[in-house]
């Protein structure tokens, strides 16, 4: 691409007066330290003569006793670089009324922030200290806080925007859209602030106060009704799933794979927290879920329903009448419910022996001690997905 000779002159001028602009203030907090260093110097060199003048007595004294010593015949002169350090230290500096490192570099802010008067603004506007609600909780994430604002199942209190990201995507755009619309207040904050609003996790640089959500207390008797309306129906419960990495991965899961509800027992159970919500990918703030006092109460009155329960089996149980059946081989033929155990010991003996059928996933390969069942958000997934192909 070819400059004309005035484009280029326009452009080189333009590139000095920015570089000028740069770089000037750095010059000029060099040149005022060079300053304080040089009237420390003489301030030194004054109190120095001063002291001289006041203490000639010792300095006589001191010259007899040198004479003293040369006078005896001593040849021990001492050590050679005595006279060097005396000289070194009759010169050193009051390291006290130098600046030290942190004046110099308020210093250099201040020129810096009187040049660029939008950025001082920015730095008042990052050190805030923001406060949350007691009751109130902070979602992180563009994924959750979007969701959670074009759902409108929560209050909202404050959004939280880091100033570099705010126009990067086009979520980010319209959820600050909607957030005006709303009456949100919005605040652009430092990296620091999001980092300690959502306790340094993965927040992208969006974070979003709003009120918690709580799960919904499951109604036993509306099975049937369900059942007429829309057919047979599959339900998704959870047995005192505690990790909520793993409980939004199953949230993601389930919502992906058309499940009909999700039911997690309200005992042992993590809370419908942000965690959950960003690894749900935001899932959680579209999907209801619900909770359950009894999960063994729930399979009865579902079994009386003429529900069918499905449980799960990482590997054989001993002594156990409920049958165990590959999960490819299984046909869903009427509203079921697949049933999941804990991370760590899976379904309880209760719950297992109120199910109908065992389903489990077969291995490709032999499996070493330790490694034999599968992450509950992975088996979840693949269950889903086996039952909702058989079914259609």
């Known amino acids: 691409m070819a400059f004309t000779a005035a484009q280029l002159n326009t452009l080189l001028k333009d590139s000095s007066w920015t570089a000028l602009r740069l770089f000037f203030p750095v010059y000029c907090s060099r040149l005022l330290y060079r300053t304080k260093v040089f ?11 001063t002291g001289a ?17 040369k006078n005896t015949g001593k040849h021990n002169r001492g050590n050679p670089n005595d006279s060097v350090k005396d000289k070194m230290w009759s010169r050193k500096l009051n390291r006290s009324k130098l600046p030290s490192h942190s004046n110099r570099k308020s210093e250099f802010d201040n020129l810096r922030n009187d040049d660029f008067p939008e950025r001082k603004q920015k730095t008042k506007e990052h050190s805030k200290h923001v406060v949350v609600g ?3 909780e902070v979602l992180f994430g563009i994924a959750p806080c979007y969701l959670a604002l074009t ?3 929560r209050q909202y209190f404050n959004v939280f925007i880091k100033e570099s990201r705010s126009h ?10 909607q957030a005006v619309g709303y009456g949100v207040p919005v605040h652009h904050v430092s990296g620091r602030v999001l980092d300690n609003l959502c306790e340094r996790r993965v927040h992208q640089g969006v974070c979003l106060e709003v009120s918690p959500r709580t799960y919904i207390n499951c109604n036993l008797d509306e099975g049937p009704d369900l059942t007429e309306l829309n057919g047979s129906q599959l339900w998704l419960a959870l047995e005192a799933v505690q990790d909520p990495m793993n409980l939004g991965a199953v949230l993601r899961s389930a919502y992906f ?14 809370p419908l927290s942000p965690v959950v919500s960003k690894a749900s990918a935001g899932t959680m703030e579209i999907l209801d879920v619900y909770s359950t006092e009894s999960l063994p109460d729930l399979i009865k009155t579902k079994k009386e329903q003429g529900w069918q329960v499905v449980g799960t089996v990482g590997k054989t149980l001993e002594e156990c009448e409920v049958p165990i059946i590959p999960c490819t081989t299984f046909r869903l033929t009427k ?19 109120l199910c109908h059928a065992l389903v489990a996933i077969q291995p490709a390969r032999e499996l070493h001690p330790g490694i034999e069942c599968l992450n509950v958000s992975v088996a979840a997934g693949i269950l889903l997905h086996s039952l909702k192909m058989a079914n259609g």
Do not use: W, Y
């Open 53 to 69: 003048s006041g203490n000639k007595d010792v300095s006589e004294n001191k010259n007899n006793e040198m004479q003293t010593h």
């Open 257 to 270: 794979l058309g499940t009909d509800r999700v039911v997690v027992t309200q005992s042992n159970s993590c």
């Open 134 to 136: 007691k009751n109130s």
């Open 335 to 353: 509203s079921t419910i697949l049933v999941l155990g804990n991370e760590g010991t899976g379904l309880s003996r209760d719950v297992t022996n």
């Open 151 to 153: 759902q409108r199942k």
């Open 168 to 177: 990067l995507r086009p979520e980010m755009q319209n959820m600050l859209q």
């Open 39 to 49: 009237s420390a110097i003489q301030g030194q060199e004054q109190t120095n003569s």
